[in-house]
């Protein structure tokens, strides 16, 4: 089975703070993909990445960044969080075939409340 | 840029019975896949079933099956014999085949199921 880790389910932060979120999939998909789920918004890409080192700014990138140093691991980092960034974040991997319906599997979510 | 509309917040329906959740979407693009998601409460999201634009017969996974329309572009869940075990947050979401892997999501539904 597939399986997406996110680094902690519940993260409470101050406002200026940097944050790290990390995501870690096994299935050595290409793909890897960062999402913020608001209430009545569904859920909106902030960025994603097709391979190592590559990233691709999704719809809302504004106030993220990504890192992609390794083909498992994918972060977002919140280079100064905000009161507007408490949101639920879900990673998500696939793999990566040029017409194919590779399914995206997702991991549990990270809920992040900056204060 | 493409759109995917959920038109209803909430759903309820009595255990055993059948529902309908809506989707429409937007595009220009005639190659495409379309899919529906499900997020449990405190669970990871998982795909229910997926479909592609240009298969005319509708997509069916045990009781769940889509009604397609594409010319409507309408993308309709239907969830026979309804089990408490379906209540969850209902996703509708669009690729586009070739290109990037992006998927863009509907507001989604929230499903309860009436014991």
């Known amino acids: 089975d597939v399986k997406v880790t996110q680094s902690s389910r519940y993260l409470v932060k101050r406002t200026g703070e940097k944050v790290f979120l990390e995501c870690v999939q096994d299935?050595?998909?290409?793909?890897m993909f960062w999402y913020r789920q608001d209430p009545g918004l569904g859920l909106r890409l902030i960025y994603f990445?097709?391979?190592?080192?590559?990233?691709e700014k999704g719809d809302i990138p504004e106030g993220y960044s990504v890192s992609r140093e390794k083909k498992e691991r994918f972060s977002l980092i919140l280079e100064s969080a905000s009161t507007n960034q408490t949101s639920m974040y879900l990673c998500?991997?696939?793999?990566?075939?040029?017409?194919?319906?590779?399914?995206?599997?997702f991991g549990p979510g990270t809920r992040l409340t900056v204060t | 840029a493409q759109t995917v509309t959920q038109s209803q917040p909430e759903m309820s329906v009595q255990e055993a019975e059948t529902v309908t959740l809506s989707c429409t979407y937007d595009?220009?693009?005639?190659?495409?896949?379309l899919f529906w998601y499900k997020q449990p409460p405190s669970r990871q999201m998982i795909l229910v079933i997926r479909?592609?634009?240009?298969?005319?017969q509708n997509a069916t996974e045990n009781r769940f099956s889509v009604n397609f329309q594409k010319a409507a572009k309408s993308f309709s869940l239907k969830i026979s014999d309804s089990q408490l075990g379906d209540a969850a947050m209902y996703f509708c979401?669009?690729?586009?085949?070739?290109?990037?892997?992006?998927?863009?999501f509907g507001t989604g539904t929230r499903l309860t199921i009436i014991p």
């Open positions: 998500a991997s696939s793999l990566s075939a040029s017409g194919s319906s590779y399914e995206q599997y």
């Open positions: 299935m050595d998909h290409e793909n």
């Open positions: 990445s097709y391979d190592v080192k590559m990233k």
């Open positions: 595009t220009s693009e005639s190659d495409y896949y």
């Open positions: 479909q592609e634009a240009y298969k005319q």
């Open positions: 979401a669009y690729r586009v085949n070739f290109g990037n892997e992006k998927l863009t």
